[in-house]
């Protein structure tokens, strides 16, 4: 016998209390997850957009630094194009043209105000445009094999042959996923939050725009929650991992195709016959225009409403965000999308619940 | 004298207390009646169907402290009878409890105390063998710290540590074994559930586990139920063994009352005329048969004394080997009590 070797001894001490094992799920998954290079490569190349977007913080605060806010607004205002200046010079322009005409506040009201726009336009175009399509291909890379590979190899007897729940089994899942969501959403913007304070003229900028880090959190949660809902219970659906990540990229696939033929076809009907198609009077039934620029439309600067965002999961995800940030206000724009996030959220727990509970009782 | 093997034909059983076992933590072995909570297991006319399928059929049976064998054919329902004892499956009637406690009702409580090994192999992917074990310690609530320390020490004791850095996928059958009984132990449970526990394991291994599982009985008064079908194995370590056949208990009891032959016999084993001496034994009233080339099964009943046996072996010239209680093969006994249940079952049909 090994001079290591101690024997069987009795243990008695203190044991953690429900809920611990989620932890201990999500603890373990992460760092299992964090082994592939793939997830490693992705996860930092995910931060990648908010150099950009930071350079963008960067010039607006240096433009009131330097005291070219006005001038900046009397262009917007003579409707000059301010594209000179990147992303930024797109929402500049389109928000300093929307302020234009308050006149009654002080400079320094104007800026406070312009800036909180500014910053919710760049933070939101930054969750919609780059964020949000890396977050589909993080998720895919990692979600599909959490719990069909559990399935496969029948490690679920791991975890329900001890005081593991199964919602508590689901939770640490979903907590893995939900931490490298928040790795490639919440962490960056939340940089590019603070980024924006630091280069600002004052420090006071942080109180002016405290809310900001709520809304990001908030933003990230629209995003995250029916995500994550959804690659767990195509996960949970196989024992195959390859095609719960087929699964989850058709969808996406598949929504954004369907959106996007829906509102081309929405565009040839309004061109065709905008008498029958459109009422006149009605202008949210207005097809959006078709500009070419994605970031720009991902910051709201397209106030047409879009009609068929319910029907793909990135554009409802984008409108609820627009929502969160104060960029999009009618409840006709926001209650589909929402409506549609919510039912896709709550179909894909009762998924996951029913079918996380199978194995053991097959 | 049969009093204790009760066969079952489905029937709900009365409960009555009987006499457990009690191990003490030095090995000491008592019997005493112990309160009805106290059982490890009891099971009260348990059904469960899959549909239309009746898996476990009224079953009504009783895991004393000790080592239990539950021993059956495939599809008998022995591991649907783990998962009821486990809370991970509904009833459709009936009433399970594990120290007292209704699984169903309370199954976090139930498998704090309850370590399981399953017969297939069910492993994290990518973790180490001492990753796996730690991480099976942590589930069950094991602080960090003590769960890594409790890892390392029980692979220790399970002949494992050297492997213990190697991921679990990359093991072999009988290691991944090690591994998973380890994780069974590591949170110190008071029963251990083992289904085919040697699978995959060497001889030698195999003889190592079938020690583990007594130490813990013996030593550390824990309660053991072994799903197996290798009847050589239950006859080795248990002391209660369950025949579970088409859902149903067919036998259930000590496994030195279920081996004790009808009739109470002596085995002589010798060398020599051993014809002769069979003759001078029914010569005086005894009756002796030939069981193999050097086996005669001498009748004990009616209290004959051994004076006679050993006057007729002295009087025929043979060489005595050995003198012992005649014990039946448990195999078969068990074969008997399923081919009776088979019988059973067409005569129903």
């Known amino acids: ?362 | 004298m049969w009093t204790f093997l009760r066969r079952r034909g489905g029937a709900a059983h009365d409960n009555g207390r009987a006499a457990a076992e009690v191990y003490g933590r030095h090995g000491e072995r008592s019997t005493s009646l112990t309160a009805d909570a106290a059982l490890p297991i009891r099971l009260d006319s348990v059904v469960k169907r899959y549909g239309r399928r009746t898996v476990l059929d009224q079953v009504t049976c009783d895991v004393h402290p000790g080592i239990t064998g539950l021993v059956g054919p495939n599809g008998a329902g022995k591991s649907t009878l783990v998962r009821a004892i486990l809370g991970l499956v509904r009833l459709a009637a009936g009433k399970v409890e594990v120290f007292g406690i209704d699984p169903a009702v309370r199954p976090r409580l139930v498998r704090q105390a309850v370590g399981v090994v399953p017969e297939d192999e069910c492993t994290v992917p990518g973790l180490a063998a001492v990753e796996m074990v730690r991480y099976a310690a942590r589930l069950s609530g094991l602080p960090g710290t003590e769960a890594l320390r409790r890892a390392h020490e029980v692979l220790d004791w399970c002949d494992a540590g050297q492997e213990r850095y190697r991921p679990v996928e990359t093991l072999s059958v009988g290691m991944r074994q090690k591994v998973a009984f380890a994780a069974a132990i590591v949170h110190d449970p008071r029963m251990v559930i083992l289904d085919e526990p040697t699978n995959g394991l060497d001889p030698i291994e195999r003889r190592a586990m079938l020690g583990r599982l007594t130490t813990l009985a013996r030593e550390h008064g824990k309660t053991i139920l072994v799903s197996t079908h290798v009847l050589p194995d239950v006859q080795t370590i248990c002391d209660r063994v369950i025949v579970l056949a088409a859902g149903r208990v067919r036998l259930e009891g000590s496994l030195d009352e279920l081996t004790r032959p009808v009739v109470p016999q002596l085995r002589l084993e010798a060398t020599g005329p051993l014809d002769a001496c069979a003759q001078l034994l029914r010569d005086r009233g005894i009756a002796a048969t030939r069981a193999d080339a050097t086996t005669l099964l001498v009748s004990a009943e009616q209290g004959r004394g051994l004076d006679e046996v050993w006057t007729a072996v002295r009087a025929s010239g043979v060489t005595l080997r050995a003198l012992e209680p005649a014990r039946r093969r448990f195999e078969d006994v068990f074969l008997q009590a399923i081919a009776r249940s088979e019988e059973g079952e067409h005569a129903t049909s």
Request: charged share 15%.
């Open chain 1, 1 to 362: 016998m090994p001079l290591h070797d101690l024997g069987y001894r009795p243990w008695s001490g203190q044991r953690a209390g429900p809920g611990a094992a989620s932890g201990v799920i999500a603890a373990t998954g992460i760092r299992l997850a964090w082994t592939s290079r793939w997830l490693r490569r992705a996860v930092l190349f995910a931060w990648s957009p908010a150099l950009l977007f930071a350079g963008s913080f960067f010039a607006f605060e240096q433009s009131i630094e330097e005291g070219r806010f006005t001038s900046l607004k009397e262009r917007a205002r003579l409707g000059r194009n301010l594209d000179g200046v990147g992303v930024l010079g797109t929402v500049l322009a389109d928000t300093l043209g929307r302020t234009a005409n308050e006149r009654h506040v002080s400079e320094a009201q104007d800026i406070a105000l312009t800036r909180r726009l500014v910053w919710s336009r760049l933070l939101l175009a930054f969750m919609r445009a780059p964020q949000a399509v890396l977050l589909a291909v993080v998720v895919g890379l990692v979600a599909p094999s959490l719990i069909s590979r559990d399935l496969r190899a029948r490690a679920w007897l791991v975890y329900f042959t001890r005081p593991v729940g199964r919602f508590e089994y689901i939770l640490g899942k979903i907590t893995i996923l939900t931490t490298i969501v928040a790795a490639i959403t919440v962490a960056p913007a939340l940089a590019l939050w603070l980024a924006g304070v630091l280069v600002s003229p004052s420090i006071s900028v942080a109180a002016q725009t405290c809310d900001l880090p709520l809304k990001i959190v908030a933003a990230s949660a629209a995003l995250a929650i029916p995500t994550v809902l959804l690659a767990l219970a195509y996960s949970s659906l196989t024992t195959e991992s390859r095609i719960a990540s087929f699964a989850w990229f058709a969808t996406w696939a598949a929504c954004w195709i369907a959106h996007a033929s829906l509102t081309t076809a929405d565009l040839v009907a309004a061109a065709e016959a905008p008498a029958i198609a459109w009422e006149t009077t009605d202008d949210e039934y207005r097809p959006p225009p078709r500009r070419g620029n994605w970031v720009a439309r991902a910051a709201g600067l397209d106030d047409t409403l879009d009609r068929w965002a319910w029907l793909s999961p990135y554009h409802a995800v984008g409108v609820v965000q627009a929502w969160i940030f104060g960029v999009e206000t009618r409840p006709r724009a926001v209650l589909p999308p929402a409506i549609s996030l919510a039912a896709i959220s709550i179909l894909s727990a009762v998924v996951l619940a029913r079918r996380v509970a199978v194995p053991t009782r097959a």
